[in-house]
């Protein structure tokens, strides 16, 4: 049980606090409830725009000074930005949680007043840049874009991706990140959680002293209805031609929305069909028929409308595309519709607690989910139920999800394909060796799924 205290500020800002004395550091996280979500056609890419904006300085912070001096103090630090929110975070000696509640404070507060067109400039290229690293220019790089695009109709905020466009990057002016900020930045649609060896009453001090005076923003606007159906409705294909070194059939599937038990299952499900080598999936493809270099599977959970299974499997060279697609298909059909034992039961509950209670042995991770959780859900003590909510999860729960899920006319499937032809139809006296098998090490995909 994570233990804390949950409270507001006059001006809005949702104050979390979680003492955990046992090594002197403190986790300090800021959520704010804005993300791709949020942005408005012509207008894309400007929360995770404003992600790298946010450490060119403040009123009293210089250009890039943000990181320096958290780093200066032993303290480390960043950002993320996804489809339903922003967040920045450090971890710091404990004797320092003041320094970094005046950071937070100070961009939140004064940001704009060191907004230039030389900073906008600036950051404008290096996302754009990230997009051609991330996207563009990197194998297979594109796939969530398309598969977001498949899922969602034009009209729903997630059927564009967080980076945004290059168009849109490039048109985007000092007005209207300005009134972006202005609009969603504000202590009214942030949470600030505190986890470790904290003092609860010096910590509300300062959370008070710097962040009490930044005015609430009343009139945020209200998202609109992003309901969607829960099926696809067909199956759509998509055939591309990329600089890749093998095919690779990627999956996607509408699933239900973040906070559904339905998704809960799912995800127990996921841990069935490809939660490490004993998984259905990886077993079939992988060790016995050596027909994909590697499998993934995941659930990507949002609360607008629904959310996303993906998953690819990358295919072995000399092997059929239609292969490994129908065994892949085959194994996502059969989970919904024939039993489930004991032991791959067992097996997937054991595998997600080790990661549950991994993850909660980190400050860090504490202080993510305590503002995930109020900010998404308006509940932090989910931190406290989700590990019991999979535990609960019984074998007729997964089959059910599954076969709502897995329906081939709520699927799209995109096959990557190399533009050129692979090295070892070229002509010529040296053999083409591809390193590793099906029984050495496991690939970066299978590693981070």
């Not at 207008?43 to 450490?55: D, N, P």
């Not at 791959?344 to 080790?354: F, G, M, Y």
């Not at 059910?400 to 329906?407: D, M």
Request: net charge negative; aromatic share 8%; glycine share 8%.
């Amino acid at each position: 049980m994570v233990s804390f205290s949950d409270e507001r500020l006059p001006n809005g800002l949702r104050l979390i606090i979680a003492e955990d004395h046992l090594a002197p550091v403190v986790a300090v996280n800021v959520w704010y409830g804005v993300g791709s979500k949020h942005e408005v056609p012509g207008k894309t890419g400007f929360a995770h725009l404003f992600e790298h904006v946010m450490f060119q300085g403040s009123r009293n912070v210089g250009k890039a000074e943000h990181i320096a001096l958290v780093q200066a103090a032993g303290g480390t630090m960043n950002g993320t930005t996804w489809l339903d929110r922003t967040n920045y975070f450090e971890t710091m000696p404990s004797h320092q949680l003041e320094l970094a509640l005046w950071l937070e404070a100070d961009r939140m507060g004064t940001l704009l007043d060191a907004l230039s067109q030389e900073n906008l400039d600036n950051q404008r290229e290096v996302v754009k840049n990230e997009k051609r690293w991330s996207y563009d220019n990197r194998p297979y790089g594109t796939w969530s874009e398309k598969l977001q695009a498949h899922l969602y109709p034009p009209e729903h905020p997630y059927h564009h991706p967080t980076i945004g466009s290059m168009e849109d990057l490039d048109a985007a002016s000092i007005e209207d990140v300005s009134a972006f900020f202005r609009t969603y930045y504000a202590p009214n649609n942030a949470v600030l959680s505190l986890v470790g060896d904290v003092d609860p009453a010096a910590a509300r001090q300062w959370t008070e002293r710097y962040f009490g005076r930044i005015p609430a923003n009343p009139s945020i606007p209200p998202l609109g209805d992003t309901s969607l159906p829960p099926i696809l409705g067909e199956e759509r294909r998509e055939v591309v031609e990329d600089r890749v070194p093998l095919p690779r059939i990627f999956f996607g599937f509408r699933a239900p929305a973040l906070g559904d038990e339905r998704l809960d299952a799912i995800d127990v499900a996921t841990q069935i069909l490809v939660g490490g080598r004993g998984s259905r999936i990886y077993r079939r493809l992988v060790r016995d028929e050596r027909i994909a270099q590697d499998v993934v599977g995941f659930s990507l959970g949002f609360v607008a409308g629904a959310s996303i299974w993906a998953g690819w499997a990358t295919v072995r060279p000399g092997v059929s595309i239609d292969h490994v697609e129908r065994s892949f298909i085959e194994e996502l059909d059969r989970i919904g519709h024939e039993p489930i034992s004991a032991d791959e039961l067992a097996r997937a509950h054991a595998l997600i607690e080790t990661e549950e209670l991994g993850a909660l042995q980190r400050v860090e991770e504490r202080a993510d989910r305590l503002a995930m959780y109020a900010t998404l859900f308006d509940d932090p003590d989910l931190i406290n139920r989700m590990l019991g909510r999979y535990l609960s999860v019984t074998p007729e729960r997964v089959r059910a999800a599954a076969a709502q899920v897995f329906r081939a006319d709520n699927r799209v499937v995109m096959i990557y394909v190399p533009a050129l032809p692979p090295a070892e139809a070229v002509p010529g006296p040296l053999e083409t060796i591809v390193p590793g098998d099906a029984d050495g090490d496991r690939s970066d995909e299978e590693a981070a799924a």
